[in-house]
């Protein structure tokens, strides 16, 4: 099954643009989507195809991607962004497979 | 507004079979409009799709845990299952159920359960 790899952890000042990033082969093919863990809580969606966002979610957040490379960005980080950031998009192997990335540790600092 | 609330023994003994229910509240399980999955996420570490159930019955597991995975409904109560066969300290996670739409573009997981720890020890 395909991969989507995340870096671990990633840091902010208050106030700063943040972006998270999320790569895989199946990210050609497939939109991923992205969800907010803070500790102890079920993950939450916050980005799902190209740049859509439910209901709720702060407008500061965005999505994008280019080639095998998807993208979540914090315009102007929130203290309460501090969280674990999940990408996920469909498995390549045309087997309708689920796969989500290692996730990344935000920080704001 | 869409609710999933799992349930089931917080405690299994290694060899033996996990067993959790998900129960759904303001969507059908039966729609058809939606994918019905499960999410596991071992204490400190990520996430992993362990597999779904779509209507009519239809699933798919994850290749990893195919063997020892069956997910089941019952549409009479709008609950989905999870049974987890020859467990080990490894299957010790917090288990989410989640609604997870697809298409040919994408997927995405909304909402999703509180989740349930379940350990297995002896």
């Known amino acids: 099954s395909s991969e989507l790899t995340q870096d671990p952890a990633v840091s902010v000042a208050l106030g700063q643009t943040v972006r998270i990033t999320c790569q895989g082969d199946n990210l050609r093919s497939y939109y991923a989507s992205w969800y907010q863990q803070k500790p102890g809580q079920a993950p939450v969606l916050v980005i799902y195809?190209?740049?859509n966002r439910p209901s709720g979610i702060p407008d500061r957040f965005s999505g994008s991607s280019s080639g095998n490379t998807a993208s979540l960005t914090i315009t102007g980080a929130q203290a309460e962004d501090e969280a674990d950031y999940y990408c996920s998009s469909r498995d390549n192997s045309g087997n309708h497979l689920r796969v989500f990335g290692g996730g990344t540790k935000l920080t704001v600092l | 507004q869409v609710q999933l609330q799992e349930s089931g023994p917080g405690l299994v003994k290694p060899s033996e079979t996990l067993s959790l229910t998900c129960t759904v509240s303001g969507d059908s399980v039966n729609s058809g409009s939606f994918y019905w999955s499960w999410v596991r996420q071992p204490p400190g570490k990520g996430l992993e799709w362990i597999g779904y159930i779509y209507y009519g019955g239809n699933t798919n597991y994850n290749p990893s845990l195919k063997s020892r995975v069956t997910i089941s409904v019952d549409t009479s109560k709008n609950q989905f299952s999870l049974k987890l066969s020859s467990v080990t300290a490894a299957d010790t996670a917090v288990y989410y159920c989640?609604?997870?739409?697809?298409?040919?573009?994408?997927?995405?997981?909304?909402?999703w359960g509180q989740g349930t720890l379940v350990t297995v020890s002896s």
């Open positions: 989640a609604r997870d739409y697809a298409d040919t573009q994408m997927n995405w997981f909304d909402p």
């Open positions: 195809f190209k740049n």
